[in-house]
């Protein structure tokens, strides 16, 4: 492929990458990378694809924003990809590879939450809370609970080996 021209759009969500490089978005079918940059803001306020597929993390990456202008790098307790992420019950959250959960206050100091045991090795494809409820789901028919978003427990339906990419209470 080659590179296009870059232009403004006048959509203060549209991203450019001038070079090598992709965008890495959660999809139905699993993770997939693109270099279309037109974004929006979903209903749970998350950066997502003009399909609805939500813009992702690789290697732990979280970048904030107060203005979506500007975009400032945050400190990530996490090297794994992450694959999704929402805001509840007065905290973000995000998920992803390896069972990892993340937590934050303020979008800006994050905390890795300890990995339940026997330890989840799925990805975490989806994450949400309501009324101090939280659900994080992902492959293989993984779903974890948690009332506090600090103990998780995971729970098994019996046959159940379908992955799920998306998760709403």
Request: hydrophobic residues 35%.
């Amino acid at each position: 492929f080659s590179q296009g021209s870059l232009r403004t759009t006048g959509n203060s969500l549209d991203i450019a990458i001038e070079g090598e490089g992709f965008f890495q978005i959660d999809t139905a079918d699993g993770p997939r990378y693109t270099r279309d940059g037109r974004f929006t803001l979903d209903a749970g306020a998350r950066l997502t694809t003009q399909r609805g597929d939500t813009l992702v993390g690789d290697g732990g990456a979280i970048f904030t924003s107060p203005d979506t202008t500007i975009w400032t790098p945050r400190t990530s307790p996490t090297t794994q990809t992450l694959l999704a992420a929402t805001y509840a019950n007065n905290q973000f959250l995000a998920c992803g590879n390896s069972g990892t959960i993340l937590v934050s206050p303020d979008g800006i100091n994050w905390s890795l939450r300890p990995p339940l045991t026997p330890v989840v090795s799925q990805q975490l494809t989806s994450i949400t809370g309501r009324l101090g409820a939280y659900v994080a789901v992902g492959q293989t028919g993984t779903i974890l609970t948690s009332p506090d978003s600090i103990a998780w427990t995971r729970v098994t339906l019996p046959g159940v080996t379908q992955s799920f990419y998306n998760v709403s209470l």
